[in-house]
Nanobody, 115 residues
Framework: QVQLVESGGGLVQSGGSLRLSCAAS????????MGWYRQAPGNQREWVAT???????NYIDSVKGRFTISRDNAKNTVYLQMNSLKPEDTTVYYC?????????WGQGTQVTVSS
C-alpha cells in the first residue's frame, strides 16, 4: 500500500501563487507517473496535470501557462506550482500515483482563491 500525503493548500488572493506537494511512502514512486486532480463539491473529479516517470508533462487547457507539475524522485515527492490563481481554481486538489487500474490517491488539500 502506498500512502500519499498532500500539503501546501491554503487561502490566497486572486493572482497569487501556491505550491502543492504530495509525498509518497515506499520506494516505488520513481516507477510511476503522477498526477494532480481537483474536485469541487457536487462535481466530478477533474484531471489537472500529469508527469510521467521520465518527466514528460501534460496539462488541462485551463491551467496551461499558469501551473507547473514537477517531481523529485529522491524525495518521493510531486509538486504543483500554481501561479496567477483565479477564484475558479478554488477546490480540493488530490494527487494520484498511476499504479494499477484505480491508482493510489492522497486525502486532498483545499485551495481557496479569493477575488
Amino acid at each position: 500500500q502506498v500512502q500519499l500525503v498532500e500539503s501546501g493548500g491554503g487561502l490566497v488572493q486572486s493572482g497569487g501563487s501556491l505550491r502543492l506537494s504530495c509525498a509518497a511512502s515506499g520506494s516505488i514512486f520513481r516507477l510511476y507517473a503522477m498526477g494532480w486532480y481537483r474536485q469541487a463539491p457536487g462535481n466530478q473529479r477533474e484531471w489537472v496535470a500529469t508527469i510521467s516517470e521520465g518527466g514528460s508533462t501534460n496539462y488541462i487547457d485551463s491551467v496551461k501557462g499558469r501551473f507547473t507539475i514537477s517531481r523529485d524522485n529522491a524525495k518521493n515527492t510531486v509538486y504543483l506550482q500554481m501561479n496567477s490563481l483565479k477564484p475558479e481554481d478554488t477546490t480540493v486538489y488530490y494527487c494520484k500515483l498511476y499504479r494499477g487500474r484505480l491508482g493510489d490517491w492522497g486525502q486532498g488539500t483545499q485551495v481557496t482563491v479569493s477575488s
